[in-house]
């Protein structure tokens, strides 16, 4: 079964600075998608980035980037030049590339931002 | 209004009350989906409706009763819960199932038996 692990219950970063959050997950599948997903103290989830299994390059919006170790099994979230409103949970997930509609979630990362 | 949105915000119910969540996407959205977020735990998906018919239950209680009467509503019918059922219950809608376009969500409704 498909599992998705991330081992930072919390993180802190100052404002201006840069953070990693980590993300490791267990396929045996080939093509699968990979998200981070954010949910602000408004409990609106909404999707940060995307990462298709099958392309090496690593996927970038903005100030979000990740670092997709397939072999690893990693898929982890950088976050450039924090701001306030980047303080969230921060949601890992991992779908099978197929019609299977389940997506796999991580237990979460709790980021807070030091002004 | 835009996007997925739910209602109520906020239910408390005792166990043996009879409630109902509601949950509208005005994105033109052909699937939907609720979840369960409890403290600590990884979002559970609960059910999924594709084209208004159930695609998936995932070996959800019968206390919860999922229906779906057009691709924009979807309720979630509530009867005899539990205390272990207070959560975070969110709804989802995505164009369509099975590829890779995002499933976008609700605000949640938070959920306490008591």
Sequence with gaps: AQTVTQSQPEMSVQEAETVTLSCTYDTSESDYYLFWYKQPPSRQMILVIRQ?????QNATENRFSVNFQKAAKSF??????????D?????????KMNRDDKIIFGKGTRLHILP | E???????????????????????????HNAMYWYKQSAKKPLELM????????????????????????????FLH????????????????SQ???????????????????
């Design chain 1, 76 to 85: 982890s979230l950088k976050i450039s030049d924090s701001q306030l409103g």
């Design chain 2, 2 to 28: 835009t996007g997925v949105t739910q209602t109520p915000r906020h239910l408390v119910m005792g166990m043996t009350n009879k409630k109902s969540l509601k949950c509208e996407q005005h994105l033109g």
């Design chain 2, 96 to 114: 369509a199932p099975g590829t890779s376009f995002e499933q976008y969500f609700g605000p949640g409704t938070r959920l306490t038996v008591t």
């Design chain 2, 47 to 74: 059910f999924v409706y594709n084209f208004k018919e159930q695609t998936e239950n995932n070996s959800v209680p019968s206390r919860f009763s999922p229906e779906c009467p057009n691709s924009s509503h979807l």
């Design chain 1, 87 to 95: 303080a969230a949970m921060y949601f890992c997930a991992y779908r």
């Design chain 2, 78 to 93: 509530l009867h005899t819960l539990q205390p272990e059922d207070s959560a975070l219950y969110l709804c989802a809608s």
């Design chain 1, 52 to 56: 298709e299994a099958y392309k090496q």
